[in-house]
């Protein structure tokens, strides 16, 4: 069993920058790939971001070039830093602990165990 928890969301302004981070416990391995997931209202969850094995990340086109996914392999910790936020970028966001496996992972059927949530609300 995989515990994650999320923390760093908060309200910025549009242009701001907030990094979320997600701390996992119970069963981890360095080998296992994670993601960032979000969720607007009304919206189903959306893929933003997964890494991989060999710490290859992915995105999905709307935050390429703003946001960056990275991990801590010692400290079991999974980060999503985000720059220039927009409006559009308010969600729920969920990190999430996937398989053993390299490439990209940016659909929900591929993971396991799943995260809260942190709000992040991003104001114009």
């Not at 994650?4 to 549009?14: D, K, M, P, T, Y």
């Not at 933003?48 to 999905?60: E, K, L, N």
């Not at 996914?69 to 999974?78: E, G, Y």
């Not at 969600?91 to 929900?108: P, V």
Request: proline letters at 2%.
């Amino acid at each position: 069993q995989v515990q994650l928890q999320e923390s760093g969301g908060g309200s910025v302004q549009a242009g701001g920058s907030l990094t979320l981070s997600c701390a996992a416990s119970g069963y981890t391995s360095r080998n296992y790939y994670m993601g960032w997931f979000r969720q607007a209202p009304g919206k189903g969850r959306e893929g933003v971001a997964s890494i991989d094995r060999t710490g290859t990340p992915a995105y999905t086109g709307s935050v390429k070039g703003r946001f960056t996914i990275s991990k801590d392999n010692a400290k079991n910790t999974l980060y999503l830093r985000m720059n220039s936020l927009r409006p559009e970028d308010t969600a729920m966001y969920y990190c999430a602990h996937g398989g053993i496996g390299t490439g990209t992972f940016l659909h929900q059927d591929q993971y396991r165990y799943w995260g809260q949530g942190t709000q992040v609300t991003v104001s114009s």
